[in-house]
């Protein structure tokens, strides 16, 4: 049983560049997360999909950020030109949303992204 | 107000002696989760242990509990005979609204960075 990927581990990219960053949760998990984490703070949530609906999106969730989970397994987040306040570790986390059972969230190592 | 707290920026412990982690909470929902993350310098967050609102018991998970004292609003992690892998951050997390299926957002404490000297 693997755990969360995500792809790639790090990202460098100039100021109003666009960045695409891919997550591939559990197997079978049908609940999907995005979170931020910026130097010395604890993740905030961006973020989550049940299969393939968006049901929740934090404020901090600009414009200029869209995520999308097309077949209910993957999922990609996009932050279209991109700014410096930007930069943080992007985790992305999976649970399996049954009936009767702990809804535990399973993170992935994250996207480090760094805006020059 | 911070809704998750963690007082302890850094903390250094000896391997093999037990170590506490503090965490307080607010919040005025009746019905709510409290976890636990390590996250080592890998990254990844690898979650630890479980405290619900509702559960009598503190939750046990190896040489991981939780010191639940809901009346004062803390749950606070206990790590016995430290090792080395144990250097990492922590950070203690809340779900509210648990009976909410709708509610799945974790809020996270700033977190508490545990050093184990050999």
């Known amino acids: 049983d693997t755990g969360v990927s995500q792809d790639p581990r790090h990202k460098i990219t100039k100021r109003g560049q666009n960045v695409t960053f891919r997550c591939d949760p559990i197997?079978?998990?049908?609940?999907l997360y995005w979170y931020r984490q910026t130097l010395g703070q604890g993740p905030e949530f961006l973020t989550y999909?049940?299969?393939?609906?968006?049901?929740?999106k934090s404020r901090l969730l600009s414009d200029r950020f869209s995520a999308e989970r097309p077949k209910g397994s993957f999922s990609t987040l996009e932050i279209q030109r991109t700014e410096q306040g930007d930069s943080a570790m992007y985790l992305c986390?999976?649970?399996?949303?049954?009936?009767?059972?702990?809804?535990?969230?399973?993170f992935g190592a994250g996207t480090r992204l760094s805006v020059l | 107000a911070q809704k998750i707290t963690q007082t302890q920026p850094g903390m250094f412990v000896q391997e093999k002696e037990a170590v506490t982690l503090d965490c307080t909470y607010d919040?005025?929902?009746?019905?709510?989760?409290l976890f636990w993350y390590k996250q080592p310098s890998s990254g990844e967050m690898i979650f630890l242990i479980y405290?619900?609102?509702?559960?009598?018991q503190n939750a046990t998970e190896g040489r991981y509990s939780l010191n639940f004292q809901k009346a004062r609003k803390s749950a606070n992690l206990v790590i016995s005979a430290s090792q080395l892998g144990d250097s990492a951050m922590y950070f203690c997390a809340m779900r509210e609204s648990l009976a909410n299926f709708g509610n799945e957002k974790l809020t996270f404490g700033t977190g508490t960075r545990l050093t184990i000297i050999p």
């Open positions: 999909f049940q299969n393939e609906a968006q049901l929740e």
């Open positions: 986390a999976s649970s399996l949303l049954l009936a009767g059972v702990l809804n535990i969230q399973y």
């Open positions: 405290q619900g609102s509702y559960d009598q």
């Open positions: 197997s079978e998990h049908n609940r």
């Open positions: 919040t005025s929902d009746p019905s709510y989760g």
